[in-house]
């Protein structure tokens, strides 16, 4: 797919292009950013929740957007980008559309992949976990705080499925805001996921493409902790 795509563009841009791989490739980062065992403990998520606030602290953009890879019934896995709304000590909190894709293919088959990538630290964390919705106090808690727009746009969007037209989008927002005029409660098929990890990865960039990668396993309710290669 990609060569054919290299091939049909006009040679003069194919060599912009080649130009551009090549520098990107000659880019190298210096990966300085400390050594993983700088901020090892024992402890998986707390080291998560102190990368987060490095992240957040740093500053980089959209610190808390997460790759969230699940597998659809067609068998492909299908990622997209959703925001961590909660680190809690068991896991990772989302919120979405229960009917949408990835609500589908959670509710199907309950496991999912989150990954972070904070280029500017030079840091990745990849979450392999088990998945549950919330409780569903903890998603009205959740839906309350949001804005109006973004509580009338949870009812108005049937998450994932076609739709024919943007008009039909604003039409049925315009009968929303009539139908709640103050208070709008929160959409029955809209609530938050909880990934429960149950192995995670912190990878810290090194000098000479020697990285950090530091894997925590949990087996009985206890982490183990090992080294991968890079
Ligand atoms: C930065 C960013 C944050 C997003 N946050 C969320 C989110 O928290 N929840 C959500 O349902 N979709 C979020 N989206 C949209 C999703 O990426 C996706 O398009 C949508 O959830 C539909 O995915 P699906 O069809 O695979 O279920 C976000 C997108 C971006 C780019």
């Known amino acids: 797919m990609m060569k054919t795509v290299l091939l049909t563009i006009a040679s003069e841009k194919k060599n912009k292009m080649d130009e551009f791989l090549r520098q990107l490739r000659n880019d190298h980062r210096q990966f300085d950013q400390g050594k993983l065992e700088d901020h090892l403990g024992r402890e998986p998520m707390k080291l998560f929740s102190q990368w987060l606030q490095d992240a957040v602290e740093k500053p980089v953009s959209e610190p808390n957007a997460m790759s969230i890879s699940t597998l659809g019934a067609d068998d492909f896995p299908q990622s997209r980008v959703v925001y961590l709304k909660e680190l809690l000590e068991e896991g990772l909190v989302f919120y979405t559309n229960y009917n949408s894709d990835k609500g589908k293919a959670l509710i199907a088959h309950p496991k999912a992949h989150a990954l972070f990538f904070w280029p500017d630290l030079e840091r ?39 739709l024919e037209s943007r008009d039909e989008l604003e039409e049925r927002i315009e009968e929303l805001i009539e139908r709640f005029p103050e208070k709008v409660p929160r959409p029955p098929h809209w609530g938050g996921f909880l990934l429960r990890p149950v192995k995670i990865e912190f990878w810290q960039g090194r000098p000479s493409r020697l990285h950090d990668r530091i894997v925590f396993e949990k087996t009985n309710d206890s982490w183990t902790l090992y080294r991968k290669n890079p």
Request: hydrophobic share 35%; no cysteine; charged share 25%.
């Open 124 to 162: 990745q964390i990849s979450v392999f976990g088990v998945v549950e919705k919330v409780p569903e106090q903890m998603s009205d808690d959740y839906f309350a705080s949001r804005p109006r727009g973004s509580q009338l746009g949870a009812w108005a969007s049937h998450q994932s499925d076609r």
